[in-house]
């Protein structure tokens, strides 16, 4: 069996073993193996499980594979491995779509599918300026693009900082709520919500491999391969904004999984997007999975919000990656 | 097989290159020569159909190139970028197979694809770096790995910029004899470049152009003389003999 089949087989047996040990811990313990068992025979942790252990997981599993895929996809139309969604401004963009709808749309109730939707278009509208700002003459210049993602980041944060000053009482326990992030608020229906537009945003993203792949020749020979580059990108960007758009609205805003899970994966497999993006969904929901069972545990009875834990690992990697990558990129 | 008559290309108000009419015949080796901005890489992009002409018309084979399905224009042309990056670690031979995209139609490749690119590899000797990072690779070996992409891509027309840059004198005329011999093949080369007295070894027929307009075409012999090359390049040269007959071209240092 060829080395890539291979990781992907064990990533895809590492995922419900992950579940199960992450479902198992926490104030009351369930043995992972034990996991199936209560769940079909609906044993003594069966409503634990149920209603509060397995929605937070499968909830964390979600948005890990949408932030991690929707990294990989921006590296590859963007050519460039420092690219991510909260780098360059769409985290902060969505975010402030969910808080344009908190404060002024949704009047204080969480909408449960008006807050996605918010989060999606403001995404869409914050990749499409980092690009169209970034791009000179069909290359995607990385410093621009870094630059670009510092002004969006600042611009998204202000309006979420005004959004926070119109927001009245109510509002503003409902938005500082989501703010926090993290999936402390993870319900079915949350779920339920995220589930069809991060189905949907992985499975547009998902089919793009190959295409992909060629367009890291650049955008003019990729042509001259008659790679359909226009609807690469169009694909791309919508599917980027659908799965961020989903991931903040349903657990705020969490860095760096969609840096650092990529780049582990072309470590350990080569560059194919064929590999790295369903490598990255698998490896994305595996990564959050732990990052949220550390939140949780580290400093019980509180939590550790989990964009923390990320940021932790995720900055010194990238630290790393400016290192290693700084003679080839900053010319 | 290639007909271009009245091309021309203008951006923002300005004719980056203009009224130019040639015919290309299959199995031939042009070379298109002239000042940096004299308009080759346009031209060159004109003919791949990435550019669309703002005048004039682009036959191949008879039919307007925009005629062309995608799909069908990448498996009769390929063309070679000046600069390229990558900056993923695809190993050479994924890279070259990407060659092998407009075979594929949004499948895996074959064992025959793969075939098809290790051969294209062992063409331009560079078999041994196929399991090498392609952006670990010196310029020249990358340089390499990027002519047998476009083997791999199997087209019936060539249109390379500037492949020997980046090259020490053996890989540039390996190369360059490569390009010579998949012209006996039938299939047609035409290559924008800077090196004269390479152009004068290896192509047919040249192109020489300035300011975007063509100020002659022909063989190599009536191409290259005294006056033309001193009018396009604006410094004077000497024309000598290479051993082998060709014309060489050695430009005069004192009458800058």
């Known amino acids: ?331 | 097989m290639l007909e271009l008559e009245n091309v021309g290309y203008k951006v923002n108000g300005k004719w980056l290159v203009r009224n130019i009419n040639l015919s290309i015949k299959n199995g031939a080796f042009w070379g298109f020569i002239g000042p940096n901005g004299a308009g080759k890489s346009t031209l060159l992009r004109l003919i791949s159909g990435e550019l669309k002409p703002t005048s004039g018309e682009i036959r191949f084979f008879g039919k307007p190139i925009d005629s062309y399905q995608s799909t069908e224009l990448a498996r009769l042309r390929a063309y070679l970028q000046q600069q390229r990056d990558v900056n993923f670690p695809f190993t050479s031979l994924e890279i070259v197979l990407f060659g092998r995209y407009p075979y594929l139609n949004g499948t895996k490749e074959a064992d025959a694809d793969i075939g098809i690119a290790r051969k294209s590899l062992k063409r331009v000797e560079a078999d041994m770096f196929e399991n090498r990072l392609y952006p670990t690779l010196s310029g020249g070996e990358a340089g390499r790995i990027d002519i047998a992409r476009i083997l791999a891509q199997a087209p019936g027309l060539f249109l390379l910029d500037e492949p020997t840059n980046h090259l020490d004198p053996k890989h540039q005329v390996q190369i360059l004899n490569l390009c010579k011999m998949i012209c006996e093949q039938g299939k047609t080369v035409i290559t924008a470049i800077h090196d004269l007295n390479l152009a004068s070894m290896y192509a047919d027929q040249i192109l020489m152009l300035k300011n975007g307009i063509s100020i002659t075409h022909g063989p190599p012999k009536e191409v290259f003389n005294k006056n033309m090359l001193t009018n396009t390049y604006d410094i004077s040269f000497n024309i000598l003999k290479h051993p082998d007959g060709y014309p060489w071209v050695m430009p005069n240092l004192n009458c800058l």
């Open chain 1, 1 to 331: 069996m060829q080395k890539r089949t291979k990781l992907l087989l064990i990533l895809t047996i590492l995922l419900p073993a992950s579940i199960c040990v992450a479902a198992g811990i926490g104030a009351y313990r369930i043995l992972p193996w034990k996991i199936p068992r209560i769940l079909l025979f609906k044993e003594e942790a069966f409503p634990i499980l149920l209603y509060v252990r397995f929605p937070r997981v499968l909830l964390a599993a979600l948005v890990g594979s949408m932030l991690a895929i929707s990294g990989t996809t921006l590296q590859g139309i963007f050519r460039n491995p420092l690219a991510d969604p909260g780098l360059i401004g769409i985290t902060a963009g969505a975010g402030l779509g969910a808080s344009i709808w908190i404060v002024l749309v949704g009047g204080g109730k969480i909408g449960i599918w008006g807050l996605p939707i918010a989060a999606f278009v403001c995404g869409m509208f914050v990749t499409l300026a980092v690009w169209k700002v970034s791009e000179i003459q069909g290359k995607v210049h990385t410093v621009t693009l870094l630059l670009a993602g510092i002004a969006l980041n600042s611009l998204a944060g202000a309006g979420i900082g005004l959004m926070t000053f119109l927001a009245d009482d109510e509002q503003l326990r409902s938005l500082t709520f989501w703010l926090l992030g993290g999936f402390g608020g993870a319900t079915w229906t949350v779920l339920l919500v995220t589930l069809p537009i991060g189905m949907i945003g992985l499975f547009l993203l998902l089919r793009q491999g190959l295409a992909l792949n060629t367009l890291n020749l650049g955008e003019s020979e990729a042509y001259h391969l008659a790679v359909p580059t226009e609807s690469i990108k169009r694909v791309s960007v919508f599917g980027v904004a659908l799965t961020v758009g989903a991931a903040v609205s349903a657990a705020g805003g969490i860095g760096f999984v969609g840096l650092v899970v990529p780049h582990l994966l072309r470590l350990m497999g080569g560059a194919d997007h064929r590999f790295v993006l369903p490598g990255s969904a698998l490896g994305g929901a595996i990564l959050l999975i732990f990052a949220d069972l550390f939140s949780r545990t580290i400093v019980v009875p509180a939590e550790l919000p989990v964009g923390i834990v990320t940021a932790l690992l995720g900055g010194p990697f990238f630290l790393w990656l400016l290192i290693r990558f700084k003679r080839q990129i900053f010319l």
